[in-house]
């Protein structure tokens, strides 16, 4: 058996992998998918605006 | 591969986004004609021999139809040749600039005619001019010491 770390942890097979799965499901996207909303409407907005400045004054 | 359903909702929407902007790009370019102001000339000419190369060896103001001219124009620091230009409401301007020395600036403020006088190149843009009063011209890249102070009329009665 491989000599383990000094931050590993012994622990069966089964029980890491159920704990990674389970890590990735609490990851939480809401902030991270706020901001780029955020984001992607204010490049909107502002493309909008000078679309509509550049064909009001063809 | 695991995609979480937020992101995948951002990414349709920057796809879509992207998508939007090149369909608009497209028909702006292909069906409404917007190109690059020097796409209209396939050639450059000797800097040197502005005077001498057409239409520059007669700048000035040309009238190719009702309601339609065509405005040759030379930059030189610091001033426009032809220095002033006068035409009736309504009309549409195709103007082709170019520069004797320096680059210099062609814009018209309120309006989206806004061209670099490049020496050797002809840059092409046209504008209807519907509302009559006093349309100021002006260099909008640096020149010289002179900068400042170059900037010419476009009357429209």
Known sequence: MAKLGPYQEKMPQGETKKKETSAEQEHSLRGTFASVMILGFIIGVSWLGIFILFMMRN | ?157
């Open chain 2, 1 to 157: 591969m695991h995609i979480h359903r937020l992101e995948k909702i951002w990414l349709t929407f920057g796809i879509a986004m992207l998508f939007v902007f090149l369909i608009v790009l497209g028909i702006s370019a292909f069906a409404m004609g917007m190109d690059t102001p020097n796409s209209h000339e396939h050639h450059s000419f000797d800097p040197t021999k502005v005077s001498e190369t057409p239409p520059f060896d007669n700048p000035g103001l040309i009238q190719t139809g009702d309601k339609s001219y065509e405005a040759v124009i030379i930059g030189y620091g610091f001033g426009y040749t032809p220095d002033e230009i006068e035409v009736p409401a309504g009309s549409t301007i195709v103007f082709k600039v170019t520069s004797s020395d320096v680059v210099h600036g062609f814009e018209i403020p309120g309006t989206n005619v806004n061209l670099m006088m490049i020496p050797g190149e002809v840059n092409q843009t046209s504008h209807t001019f519907n509302k009559p009063g006093e349309y100021l011209i002006l260099c909008n890249e640096y020149c010289g010491v002179g900068h400042q102070m170059m900037a010419s009329r476009l009357i429209v009665r």
